[in-house]
C-alpha cells in the first residue's frame, strides 16, 4: 500500500522500486530481486572458498590477511549480486528446476542463516539441510519428486510450524516457500523463540 490519498497519489514515484524501468526491470514472480540474492549468496560462497586460498598462495599473514579476505570476499558478493540481478530470472529457474544448482543454493542459504541465529547445520536425508537451535529445526529442502525448494521449521515435541512461528498441521502453510521475505522472517521467528 502506498498510503497516498488520490490526490497525492500522481505526485508519488510509483515507479521507484525498479529504478523507472518497469520493462527491463521487472520481477514476474513477485519474490524481489531474486537474482541478485542468489547472485549474492553464490559469490559470498566463492568467495570464502577462494579468497582464503589466494591469500595463502600470497602468503598473507596476520591483519594483512584478514583485510585481503574480508575485501575479497566483500568483492565477489558484490559482483555476484550485480550479475545475479541481470541474469536473475534465468538463475531463479535454473533453482525452481531444482537438481544440483539448486542443492548448493540451499546449502549456501543454510549455512548462512546458520550463521545469523547461532544453529549447528548439518545434512538432512534427502536432499537438504537442517539447522538446529535450541528446541527449533529448520529444514532448507528439494523436494525429490516436484523440485520445489521450501523451508520447514519445527519445534521439538510440538511440530510444524508456519513462517511467523505459529503452529500448524496444514502443509501449505508448513512449507514455505523460499524467497527473500520468507527468509528475513523465519530468522526473526528463529530468534523469537530462540
Known sequence: MLGLSATHLLGANLFAYCLNNPVNLKDNTGY???????????????GALLVPKVADFLK???????????????????????????????????????????????????????????????AAKGNGWIINVGRLTLRIMTESSSRVNYFRLSMEGKGAMT??????????????????DNIIKIIQTILKFK
Do not use: C
Open 60 to 122: 598473507l599473514t596476520g591483519w594483512k590477511r584478514k583485510a585481503f579476505i574480508w575485501a575479497g570476499v566483500a568483492a565477489l558478493t558484490g559482483l555476484g549480486a550485480y550479475v545475479g540481478w541481470y541474469v536473475g530470472e534465468a538463475i531463479f529457474a535454473v533453482y525452481q528446476a531444482g537438481g544440483a544448482f539448486a542443492l548448493q543454493i540451499n546449502k549456501a542459504i543454510a549455512g548462512g542463516m546458520a550463521r545469523l541465529v547461532g544453529g549447528v547445520l548439518s
Open 163 to 180: 513462517v511467523l512461528g505459529a503452529l500448524s498441521s496444514d502443509r501449505a502453510l508448513t512449507h514455505i516457500s523460499i524467497t527473500f
Open 32 to 46: 524481489g530481486p531474486v537474482g541478485a540474492i542468489i547472485g549474492g549468496i553464490l559469490g559470498f560462497g566463492l
